[in-house]
């Protein structure tokens, strides 16, 4: 999450406006509220995006007919999909070329779901629940996958997962789980405290599956009053006891910290922390083309100065991983601080 919404910033920084997004970059809506601002069109086609014009695609990944068709006539286009959904994409692809119903626990209609299901469309099921384990029809003798939507909440998850083991002892799993490591690690430190809370906030949009199994873990684990808020802004005036506060993945430091200013607890602050999260995923592969492409082109004095206003940084989600010192997308960053250029000066680059 936190690398494509950083990506996306890049781009705002370097290409000549409007710079296209397909789909939202990530389920927030403050977050996508800034990039508007900034210029970024979201559109829910590819074909609504001209062409030449630079295009990324959001981190929730993206059919493969799709990611085909954006990068047809002439566009920029960086795919910042999460390395978590490329990996369950090429567990589908496998699997379905060996011959296996992939049973996909995952919610209707989200485009993760919609995204991963569309890889081997005629060989996975989608599940939502135990019973629809029950009434998956699989033919005699054919092996069974099962795989997950990465945002899914653990419990969501386990109690799939068992029912499909109990109806298919022999069934294939990854060996590595799908969840997403910062969501379930923001579900642990919320079991922790939500217990010990009169109240808890959630931080993120409606839109947001991490957030909303958030939301049923504080409930689920005995905290009697749970409350989901986009902004501090939403904060009601009756809160009172001990509030625990957390965040979806892709919510924000800006907005925990603006939540805290808020509640201005009288008794402070205590930070609960379950694990130490140091995984680092590198930037999207096409960057480090475009850092080349990009070097060149502001070398030979290609392009514009940039706009006053639309260099602003980019906003970093709550609990973002630890990284290297140095970052290629910093790096591009620091390369177009002062010019932003045309796909077409960045495509003439590539090319050559």
């Given at each position: 999450?936190?690398?494509?919404?950083?990506?996306?910033?890049?781009m705002v920084r370097v290409f000549e406006p409007p710079v296209y997004c397909y789909h939202e970059i990530?389920?927030?809506?403050?977050?996508?509220?800034?990039?508007?601002?900034?210029?970024v069109i979201f559109v829910d086609d590819v074909d609504e995006v001209p062409a030449g014009a630079p295009l990324m695609l959001s981190a929730h990944g993206s059919a493969p007919e799709v990611v085909a068709n954006a990068r047809r006539h002439d566009r920029v286009v960086v795919d910042a999909v999460c390395p978590l959904v490329t990996k369950v994409?090429?567990?589908?692809?496998?699997?379905?070329?060996?011959?296996?119903?992939?049973?996909?626990v995952g919610h209707e209609g989200h485009e993760e779901a919609v995204g991963t299901m569309a890889v081997a469309p005629?060989?996975?099921?989608?599940?939502?629940?135990?019973?629809?384990?029950d009434g998956t029809e699989v033919p005699a003798g054919?092996?069974?996958?099962?795989?997950?939507?990465?945002?899914?909440?653990?419990?969501?998850?386990?109690?799939?997962?068992?029912?499909?083991?109990?109806?298919?002892?022999d069934l294939w799993m990854p060996n590595r789980?799908?969840?997403?490591?910062?969501?379930?690690?923001?579900?642990?430190?919320?079991?922790?405290?939500?217990?010990?809370?009169?109240?808890?906030v959630v931080i993120g949009s409606v839109n947001s599956s991490n957030t909303r199994a958030l939301e049923k873990v504080a409930g689920a684990s005995g905290c009697p009053?749970?409350?989901?808020?986009?902004?501090?802004?939403?904060?009601?005036?009756?809160?009172?006891?001990?509030?625990?506060?957390t965040a979806g993945a892709s919510a924000p430091d800006e907005l925990v910290h603006a939540v805290l200013a808020r509640l201005a607890p009288r008794h402070g602050t205590e930070e609960i922390s379950v694990t130490e999260e140091d995984e680092y995923f590198p930037p999207p592969p096409e960057m480090r083309d475009l850092l080349v492409a990009l070097g060149a082109a502001l070398a030979l004095g290609l392009g514009a100065p940039l706009s006053?206003?639309?260099?602003?940084?980019?906003?970093?989600?709550?609990?973002?991983e630890n990284e290297p010192a140095s970052d290629p997308i910093d790096d591009l960053g620091t390369l177009s601080r002062d010019r932003h250029v045309s796909a077409a000066d960045v495509l003439a680059r590539l090319a050559g």
């Open positions: 999450m936190e690398k494509a919404i950083k990506a996306l910033a890049w990530v389920h927030n809506r403050h977050v996508v509220e800034q990039f508007r601002a900034q210029g994409h090429h567990e589908l692809k496998v699997r379905a070329r060996k011959g296996y119903t992939v049973l996909y005629d060989a996975v099921h989608l599940v939502q629940s135990e019973s629809e384990v054919t092996p069974v996958a099962l795989l997950a939507q990465t945002t899914l909440s653990h419990d969501e998850w386990s109690g799939i997962m068992a029912r499909a083991k109990q109806r298919f002892p789980s799908d969840l997403c490591f910062a969501t379930t690690n923001r579900q642990a430190a919320l079991k922790a405290i939500a217990g010990r809370a009169d109240v808890v009053r749970v409350l989901r808020v986009n902004s501090a802004d939403e904060l009601p005036d009756d809160l009172s006891g001990t509030v625990g506060v006053e206003g639309r260099a602003a940084p980019a906003p970093t989600p709550a609990g973002a």
